[in-house]
């Protein structure tokens, strides 16, 4: 089991690393070039920038038994079709039963965007770091013996 983290955009990427660390497991920062991220646990693989071009970097070195920490639905499908396990940066753990509604929620705020009725998303607040922390742990514990 291995963490894989999409760091593009992604607040939680310090905390992933920690928690990676803390149970032993190898940890994968995956961002593009106009990233720069530093660890002194995590291998850090900055790929040219480019449409989704940090993405399928993720998805194609993903294995079975991962787990990927990422914000975007399409990859968060991506990895499920891979059998690795997948949270976003809140906490919530993406699987078959809600995939499909968030791919159709992602695409509908995007028709939304394109209209300019849409606003940005409110600021970050500790809870949800500590959700995230929560989440991240328990899916560790819970899946680690059977990789």
Excluded: W
């Amino acid at each position: 089991m291995r963490i894989l983290i999409d760091a593009d955009g992604c607040p939680v990427t310090n905390i992933a690393v920690s928690i990676s660390k803390s149970h032993g497991l190898e940890c994968i920062i995956v961002c593009d070039s106009s990233h720069i991220f530093n660890s002194d646990y995590a291998q850090v693989i900055t790929v040219d920038k480019g449409a989704d071009s940090a993405d399928m970097k993720l998805v194609n070195i993903a294995l079975k038994g991962d787990i990927a920490v990422t914000q975007d639905y399409g990859l968060a499908a991506m990895c499920l079709a891979r059998n690795v396990l997948a949270l976003d940066q809140n906490g919530r753990i993406y699987d078959h039963s809600n995939i499909d509604a968030l791919l159709l929620s992602r695409h509908t705020a995007k028709k939304i965007r394109r209209s300019g009725e849409l606003k940005g998303p409110p600021k970050r607040t500790k809870q949800q770091d500590e959700d995230f922390r929560v989440a991240l742990t328990k899916l560790i514990e819970d899946n680690i013996n059977f990789m």
